[in-house]
């Protein structure tokens, strides 16, 4: 609220910071309601969180924060799982699109999710690649996966990172072991 009081100001009417505080307070205002929502669930409800709705939100304010174009794509209208995990998968995604944009220079990502034998695949896909017709871009690398926050986020979650089978679009491919919750 003070940044959109601050972006009133006669002095800073008109002026190019007014949008970049007017976007810095559209990003805290997502990532608040997201936080309330995760909050706000007891951790005694029988219900679980809806992955696929935490990261469109996730991807709206990565999106925002990093100015790229970060989409989810999904068949599911709904992937029910328990609060921790959806935090932990949250942060692992939110972690390797940082990294595809500061090590690889990505700037147009879509995560893919979907279940597969009890297990939530992740891809993150850079869409950019397909229109270079699959090398990666000038400036930007492959990398094999070496951020331990990565692993330990892997670890919480039972998961593990490959490569084998993805197109070269593909920076990082996760599967999850999976138990669905019902009534998300």
């Not at 100015?67 to 972690?95: F, Q, T």
């Not at 670890?155 to 998961?159: A, P, Q, T």
């Given at each position: ?131 270079a017709g699959g090398r990666v871009k000038k400036g930007g690398k492959s990398m094999p996966l070496k951020s331990a926050s990565l692993l330990q986020r892997l ?5 593990f990172a490959y490569a084998d089978g993805l197109d070269k679009s593909a920076i990082l491919a996760v599967t999850i072991p999976m138990q669905r919750i019902d009534?998300?």
């Open positions: 609220m003070r940044l959109l009081t601050a972006a009133r100001r006669p002095d800073i009417k008109d002026h190019p910071l007014q949008t970049e505080v007017r976007k810095i307070a559209d990003i805290l205002t997502l990532e608040q309601a997201r936080l309330r929502g995760l909050l706000e669930t007891s951790e005694n409800e029988d219900h679980g969180i809806n992955l696929v709705t935490t990261l469109g939100v996730a991807l709206r304010a990565i999106s925002m924060q990093w100015e790229i174009d970060a989409r989810l794509e999904v068949k599911e209208p709904a992937i029910p799982i328990d609060k921790e995990s959806a935090i932990n998968i949250e942060h692992l995604v939110r972690e390797a699109v940082a990294n595809a944009v500061r090590h690889a220079n990505s700037t147009q990502l879509t995560v893919k999710l979907s279940l597969h034998q009890n297990a939530l695949q992740i891809a993150i896909i850079d869409r950019a690649d397909k229109s670890r919480l979650v039972n998961g009534n998300a």
